[in-house]
């Protein structure tokens, strides 16, 4: 397990954005950082595969001065515990507020105010009896994962906060991979399948 307050950013061997396709292929904790300044931190089983494709952070440190990114090592099974207290020591930017459980019941009596957080980049793992079977993400994020138009379903947030039981079923047989939830006949996030997204999470 990795100690936060032993990491020195600036003694971690690090590579520019730029050389991603070279990254090496090691699982640990990943930091983007421009000017020195940590702006996000990520998780990889395999940094070199994690930015192979677009990142969905990618187009934002790209625009920022010189940017890099540092790791260090970390066992598959330390990934999630070791990410987490990173970003409560650093608390990055970009990483918004640390992803976080959200119930069913809190889930409909607060939905607008979720609708918020997300949009400022915050996660949130929904948990249906206890047991998870979604995440509610942002529709950037959402629209990195690679899923067939016929597994994507969309929904006013009105009518899923009255047929939530019904979108949680179908996720969690694997029916549906993404609902896309509307206001005002736009997508303003989006509800994933809790397999899919932590899948592209950990990648």
Not at 87 to 114: A, C, H, M, Q
Not at 142 to 157: M, S
Not at 158 to 187: A, C, N, P
Request: net charge neutral.
């Amino acid at each position: 397990m990795i100690d936060p307050a032993s990491v020195d950013i600036n003694a971690l061997p690090s590579m520019p954005l730029s050389d991603r396709k070279e990254f090496p292929a090691v699982s640990c904790i990943y930091f983007a950082l421009s000017d020195g300044t940590v702006q996000y931190i990520g998780r990889a089983k395999d940094l070199r595969q994690r930015w192979a494709k677009t990142h969905e952070k990618q187009k934002a440190l790209e625009a920022m001065s010189t940017p890099y990114v540092a790791y260090v090592t970390c066992p598959e099974a330390f990934l999630d515990p070791a990410e987490r207290a990173l970003i409560e020591r650093f608390n990055p930017p970009l990483n918004g507020k640390f992803r976080k459980k959200v119930t069913l019941s809190e889930l409909r009596s607060s939905l607008l105010d979720f609708r918020r957080r997300v949009q400022r980049g915050e996660r949130f793992r929904i948990e249906y009896y206890s047991h998870p079977v979604a995440w509610l993400i942002s529709v950037e994020d959402a629209e990195q994962l690679d899923v067939p138009t016929e597994r994507e379903k969309e929904i006013g947030i009105v009518d899923f906060r009255s047929d939530m039981t019904q979108v949680w079923e179908s996720l969690d047989s694997g029916d549906v991979d993404i609902w896309w939830l509307l206001y005002h006949g736009k997508r303003r996030m989006a509800v994933v399948r809790e397999a899919l997204w932590r899948e592209q999470d950990q990648a």
